[in-house]
């Protein structure tokens, strides 16, 4: 979405198709219409992410008006239509309150409300219930599997709750230290995986049956991105490591259909 301005935030390399254009060379202008219209993000944190000194019903008109050409009558229409959608009842009192005044998962649902009201193509959830406790992750997680059927949009899931990714995902990339490691359906995934951190994920998850016994965990460290080692990425901490890990870099190998690893176990 380039949200980060230059020379902060710049891209090193690749491109980024969307609707058959290159997101990357377009002006500044055009991102700007497909911002928050064609594409949409929920961010990790509403507190942080709401403006404190407007009302939630001004930011959510505020998108109305940059992307659609209606009055302001229906703007505020539109406003409360988000909202009940949403699973917001009193959506006068949620109109007129600024952040503060409203729990976390209400304004959790804003922020849900501000990036569908424009009926975007994608939406981008980044983690969007890590603040939230499990009743009300749970409701949220299913207001946004119902909103993607109902408005046919294609949605990018980002979460390190492997039980959120079995739940609402169809396909899964597992990344680690920027780069992809094991790609495939869902199922797929969860039944058979390939990659030695995947394997290590999922070993990581308690079960609720059988005999309890101590959680796995994966040695080490996560990198940080100042400190990538050289090779495979996550050789340092890998129970399968090979000398040529360490060096270089394992390309990504399909092994079945629709299903990709970057793993040398795999060439």
């Known amino acids: 979405?380039?949200?980060?301005?230059?020379?902060?935030?710049?891209?090193?390399?690749?491109?980024?198709?969307?609707?058959?254009?290159?997101?990357?060379?377009?002006?500044?202008?055009e991102m700007r219409s497909i911002r928050g219209g064609l594409i949409s993000l929920i961010f990790q944190d509403p507190m942080t992410s709401l403006n404190p000194?407007?009302?939630?019903?001004?930011?959510?008109?505020?998108?109305?008006?940059?992307?659609?050409?209606?009055?302001?009558?229906?703007?505020?229409?539109?406003?409360?239509?988000?909202?009940?959608?949403?699973?917001?009842?009193?959506?006068?009192?949620?109109?007129?309150?600024?952040?503060?005044?409203?729990?976390?998962?209400?304004?959790?649902r804003v922020m849900i409300a501000m990036a569908l009201v424009c009926s975007p193509k994608l939406l981008i959830a980044d983690e969007p219930t890590t603040a939230?406790?499990?009743?009300?992750?749970?409701?949220?997680?299913?207001?946004?599997?119902?909103?993607?059927?109902?408005?046919?949009?294609?949605?990018?899931?980002?979460t390190h709750n492997l039980g959120i990714v079995g739940d609402i995902a169809h396909n899964v990339m597992v990344m680690y230290a920027g780069l992809l490691?094991?790609?495939?359906?869902?199922?797929?995934?969860?039944?058979?995986?390939?990659?030695?951190?995947?394997?290590?994920?999922?070993?990581?998850?308690p079960h609720l049956h059988g005999k309890k016994q101590r959680l796995n965990v994966i040695p080490g460290d996560v990198p940080t991105l100042s400190s990538i080692p050289g090779g495979c990425p996550f050789h340092p901490r890998c129970n399968r490591c090979m000398d040529r890990c360490r060096t270089s870099e394992p390309p990504i190998f399909n092994t079945a259909n629709n299903h990709q690893v970057r793993c040398f176990l795999y060439e």
């Open 1 to 29: 979405m380039r949200l980060i301005p230059a020379p902060y935030g710049f891209i090193e390399k690749g491109e980024i198709h969307f609707n058959g254009r290159n997101l990357l060379a377009l002006p500044e202008k």
């Open 53 to 108: 000194v407007f009302t939630c019903g001004m930011q959510i008109q505020e998108s109305i008006h940059t992307h659609l050409s209606v009055p302001k009558s229906t703007s505020l229409d539109m406003t409360h239509q988000i909202l009940k959608e949403v699973g917001i009842a009193d959506t006068e009192r949620v109109v007129s309150s600024f952040p503060h005044q409203l729990s976390g998962g209400m304004r959790q």
């Open 132 to 158: 939230l406790d499990v009743t009300v992750q749970a409701k949220i997680l299913d207001l946004l599997h119902t909103l993607q059927q109902s408005k046919d949009m294609s949605m990018i899931m980002i």
């Open 181 to 205: 490691m094991e790609y495939a359906p869902v199922n797929v995934l969860f039944d058979s995986p390939q990659h030695p951190y995947t394997i290590n994920l999922l070993e990581t998850i």
